[in-house]
């Protein structure tokens, strides 16, 4: 993934949840709802590892989520 982007978009691949035209510095806030009922460490340290473009690519993919840039 590019690690200068600034605006994704990004797609939960699979429960069809949505979250669009994000600052990449909201998205793991923005999807960390989505895993609420989760209380597996693994997820929350994908979640938390979003937040570093060097290892958002796999935590996305760890993650389900399809992160897309936006223009």
């Known amino acids: ?15 069809g949840r949505q979250a669009n035209n994000l600052d990449v510095a909201q998205l ?10 989760c209380a ?6 994908a979640i938390e590892d ?3 473009p060097e290892l958002r690519g796999d935590a996305a993919r760890f993650l389900g989520l399809e992160v897309i840039p936006v223009a």
């Open 50 to 52: 979003l937040r570093a």
């Open 28 to 37: 793991s806030e923005a999807v960390k709802p989505w895993y609420a009922d």
């Open 40 to 45: 597996d460490s693994k997820i929350a340290q």
């Open 1 to 15: 993934m590019n690690t200068t982007t600034r605006t994704v978009s990004v797609h939960d691949t699979l429960f």
